[in-house]
C-alpha cells in the first residue's frame, strides 16, 4: 500500500474514531524518560482516569527522582488552586509506577518516549525495549524534530510505530501531532489518536515530514527573521514588534527562540541541514551560530537576542 493510500485509510479512520468514542484500549501505559516533556506526559495520562496503571522510567534514580518530584509539585499547584480535589491528586498519584528497571516495561499496553533528542539514544533505547515489551506493545515517540520512520525500523515493530508530539507545557497545551510512517498499521494510528483525544488533547494528523506540522511551518520563520539580522535588514525590536503587531502574534520570532532556547532551535536545523541538504528552507544564521559559541541560549542562560532575568524579558542584547 502506497504512502497516498495509507494516509487516506487513516484519515478514515479517523474520522469514524471522532463519532465513537469509548473506554480507551490500553490499560497500561509506559512513559520512557521523564524531564520536562515526559512527567507531563505521565501526569495527563494518570490524570484521565482511563488506565489501571501508568508505569514511569528513567535509567538513572536521580533523573527518576527529579520527574517524580515535578509531578508532585504541578499536583499539588492545582489542588492549591482548587483545580483537583484532593482525593483526585492522590488517585492521580498512586496510579504511577516509578521504576530504574526497563523490564517493567515489558506488559505495557502503549508505551511514548520522551528522552532527550539525540537519535543515537533514542535507538538505543528503542533496540532495548523492542525485544523487552511484549509483541503487542505500542510504541510512540514524543520527538519534535526527529524522524519517526528511522525509530520505527530500529523498534523490530514498524507497523506498531507512530509519533505523539506533545507541546510544552504538557499539561496545558492542548495540541499533540499524531504522526504516521509508510510502515503504520492504520488500526494502530487509530488507537493512538483516540488515545490522545481520550485523555483530553487535541489530535491532529501528519505525515513524517521534518519537523511535522507546528515545527516545520515554525522553525524555518524563525530562522528567517534571523537571517533579516545577518542581512542588517531589520532590528530585534522592529523585527518582533511587527509580527506582534502586524500578524497579531502573541510574542515575535525572536522572543519565542529565546523562550524556545537558541541552543534547541540550533540543535534542530542542524539536523535537518545535516539529513535534508538540499532543502532551501534548513539553514542556520550566522547570529544564531555566534550565540551558540559565546554560550547565549536565550531565556535559559539570561541572554540570547535579549537580556534576561528569569522569566522576565528585558531590552534587545544586540
Known amino acids: 500500500m502506497n504512502t497516498f493510500k495509507v494516509a487516506n485509510k487513516i484519515l478514515g479512520r479517523r474520522l469514524l474514531t471522532q463519532s465513537k468514542r469509548c473506554v480507551s484500549s490500553f490499560d497500561t501505559v509506559g512513559v520512557a524518560g521523564l524531564g520536562l516533556m515526559g512527567h507531563g506526559i505521565a501526569q495527563v495520562a494518570a490524570q484521565s482516569n482511563l488506565h489501571s496503571s501508568v508505569i514511569a522510567f528513567e ?62 539514544l533514542k535507538k538505543s533505547l528503542y533496540s532495548t525495549l523492542g525485544s523487552t515489551c511484549k509483541p503487542e506493545t505500542i510504541f510512540a515517540s514524543n520527538t519534535s524534530s526527529l524522524s519517526i520512520t528511522d525509530m520505527a525500523e530500529i523498534s523490530g515493530r514498524p507497523e506498531k510505530f507512530v509519533g505523539v508530539h506533545f507541546f510544552n507545557p504538557v499539561q496545558i497545551m492542548k495540541l499533540v501531532e499524531v504522526i504516521h510512517t509508510k510502515y503504520t498499521d492504520p488500526a494502530v494510528f487509530d488507537q493512538a489518536y483516540k488515545w490522545v483525544e481520550d485523555i483530553g488533547k487535541v489530535s491532529v494528523t501528519c505525515g513524517d515530514t521534518p519537523g511535522f506540522i507546528v515545527n516545520r511551518l515554525l522553525v524555518p520563520s524563525l530562522m528567517q527573521a534571523m537571517l533579516m539580522l545577518d542581512r542588517g535588514d531589520a532590528t530585534v ?25 537558541l541552543d534547541t532551535c540550533y540543535y534542530i536545523v542542524q539536523g535537518w541541514v545535516e539529513k535534508y541538504p538540499d532543502e532551501p528552507a534548513f539553514v542556520i544564521p550566522d547570529c544564531l551560530k555566534k550565540m551558540i559559541d559565546e554560550g547565549n541560549l536565550g531565556r535559559k542562560s539570561g541572554q540570547g537576542f535579549y537580556h534576561w532575568n528569569g522569566e522576565k524579558r528585558g531590552d534587545p542584547a544586540i
Open 237 to 261: 525590536r522592529d523585527i518582533d514588534l511587527s509580527l506582534k503587531l502586524g500578524a497579531g502574534h502573541p510574542m515575535g520570532p525572536l522572543h519565542l527562540a529565546d523562550y524556545i532556547g
Open 59 to 120: 535509567a538513572e534514580q536521580q533523573f527518576l527522582d527529579k520527574g517524580r518530584a515535578r509531578i508532585e509539585s504541578s499536583v499539588s499547584t492545582l489542588v492549591a488552586k482548587g483545580k483537583l480535589e484532593q482525593d483526585a491528586a492522590d488517585k492521580l498519584l498512586s496510579n504511577i509506577t516509578y521504576t530504574t528497571n526497563p523490564d517493567d516495561l515489558q506488559n505495557v499496553d502503549f508505551l511514548v518516549e520522551a528522552v532527550i533528542e539525540n537519535m543515537d
